[in-house]
Nanobody, 121 residues
Framework: QVQTVVSGGGLVQAGGSLRLSCAAP????????VAWFRQASGKDRELVAR???????????FYADFVKRRFTNSRNNAKNKVKLQKNSQKPEDTAAYCC???????????WGQGTQVAVSS
């Protein structure tokens, strides 16, 4: 059974950077849809960023307004991973982050346990 695996979480000070990495052994990421979600304590899960393969044979990215110009989502095809570079972090970025992957944006076939990120003020 394919599951996503996230690495790179931890504690960071406000304004600092952290990089998360998503892998899914047994599934190829090259043209897959890979999305990052987060869930803060007591809140609903929310979409953070998503990378898709467009019909122009290039990556298409989506970012939630609350992370635009701070987070960058990109593929590393050589390592079959997707990374989320999180810069200028804020205390409100504190949450459990997970990634999901699939063939389309409407349905993610693969999920896994996420990683905790804590941003101190």
């Amino acid at each position: 059974q394919v599951q996503t695996v996230v690495s790179g979480g931890g504690l960071v000070q406000a304004g600092g950077s952290l990089r998360l990495s998503c892998a899914a052994p047994g599934f190829t990421f090259n043209t897959a849809v890979v999305a990052w979600f987060r869930q803060a304590s007591g809140k609903d899960r929310e979409l953070v960023a998503r990378i898709s393969w467009s019909d122009r044979n290039t990556d298409s990215t989506f970012y939630a307004d609350f992370v635009k110009r701070r987070f960058t989502n990109s593929r590393n095809n050589a390592k079959n991973k997707v990374k989320l570079q999180k810069n200028s972090q804020k205390p409100e970025d504190t949450a459990a982050y997970c990634c999901a992957a699939g063939e389309t944006e409407s349905q993610y076939a693969y999920w896994g346990q996420g990683t905790q990120v804590a941003v101190s003020s």
